[in-house]
């Protein structure tokens, strides 16, 4: 039995989550709280295997709580946010603090809504409950949370030296993206000789804020991507939430196409459509780089790449928040290194100069 504690300020939301959760037979709400102060003295008696935790609070706000809990007793926690900008810059703050994902706060009374969101907060909790818990650092009092500190580039990247044979990486990635992206692109050198696209699971209102928060800390330049844009070397580009991110290969440039198609994909964006691009488009120019997540979105797009003799490369399953998606690339026999998400910078630079 999982045991889980729920802490919100509003009733309908406290209400609401027991409900979704305590309707699995493998899911038990111990407690609830009204504020991140209660929360964190029910946390301290009840113990749960994980925490739901809103944000915006009185007394004691989401983020204060969730510093004490990853100081004290580190445990998963899934934050509750709202879908705004505002949310987002929180959200990804809370990520930083150690929490392994979130989950929207706006429940909507449609019972197709509610269907969906209870599915994919059990399904939440269920896998981060079973996962081995890696204790983040959690700043000092001290230190401010508003911006997150950037990496130093190794002096391998930087010493590196000839003409790249791969030039366009492509990254699939959901639940405990944002600072695994972070931790690679952190140790990027602005002089990185190839384009990064990014396709992560994430709302329409976060991927904006999440590519300006990197841009502010990374030595190459991050931005959410526009359709139109031209691959570059030394820039990230952050497939917008909603929709997919692909490429145009032209006669001497490559463009980024952003739109809706396929709708009837699981994810939005998609990791498999934006690999079957690169696949079809640069062909062995491109690395392929799936990350932690839920389920198996990239293994399509990767198994295209890999038939043009892309070079391919998965998380390993110590460092991943939940080992689904490189899971599914490793059991495919897909993957041509392993790495832990400490050593992916690395690992991506070297597949660029890979024949």
Do not use: W
């Amino acid at each position: 039995m999982i045991t889980v504690l729920v802490v919100d300020d509003s009733a309908f939301m406290r209400k609401a989550l027991s409900t979704m959760l305590d309707g699995d037979p493998g899911i038990q709400v111990v407690g609830t709280a009204r504020d991140g102060a209660e929360g964190l003295e029910k946390a301290r008696q009840l113990q749960p295997d994980v925490i739901t935790m809103d944000i915006e609070m009185p007394r004691m706000d989401g983020l204060t709580a969730l510093r004490h809990i990853m100081m004290e007793m580190p445990r998963p926690v899934i934050m509750v946010s709202s879908l705004t900008t505002e949310g987002a810059e929180s959200t990804l703050k809370a990520m930083e603090l150690g929490a392994v994902d979130f989950i929207p706060k706006q429940l909507s009374r449609v019972s197709l809504d509610i269907v969906k969101i209870e599915q994919d907060l059990r399904a939440k909790v269920k896998t981060v409950a079973k996962r081995r818990f890696r204790v983040p650092r959690v700043p000092r009092r001290a230190e401010t949370i508003s911006a997150p500190a950037a990496e130093k580039p190794p002096l391998e990247l930087v010493a590196k030296a000839g003409v790249p044979s791969r030039d366009v990486i492509a990254i699939g990635v959901s639940t405990g993206g944002p600072p695994a992206i972070q931790k690679i692109l952190g140790k990027l050198p602005a002089s990185f000789p190839a384009c990064i696209l990014i396709a992560q699971h994430m709302p329409q209102a976060f991927t904006g804020p999440f590519a300006k928060r990197l841009d502010a800390v990374c030595q190459i330049k991050v931005k959410e991507a526009e359709h139109g844009d031209r691959v570059q070397p030394g820039v990230a580009f952050i497939a917008p939430g909603g929709q997919h991110l692909s490429i145009d290969q032209k006669v001497s440039r490559i463009d980024l196409l952003i739109g809706p198609e396929p709708k009837e994909a699981l994810y939005k964006p998609s990791a498999n459509v934006l690999i079957a691009s690169v696949a079809k488009g640069v062909g062995k120019r491109g690395v392929g780089v799936i990350l932690t997540g839920m389920g198996s979105d990239g293994l399509e797009g990767i198994k295209q790449l890999k038939q043009k003799n892309g070079y391919i490369l998965a998380q390993d399953d110590a460092s991943c928040v939940v080992y689904g998606m490189p899971k599914a690339v490793v059991d495919a026999g897909l993957a041509d290194e392993i790495l832990d998400i400490e050593d992916m910078a690395q690992g991506i630079f070297n597949a660029l100069y890979r024949a």
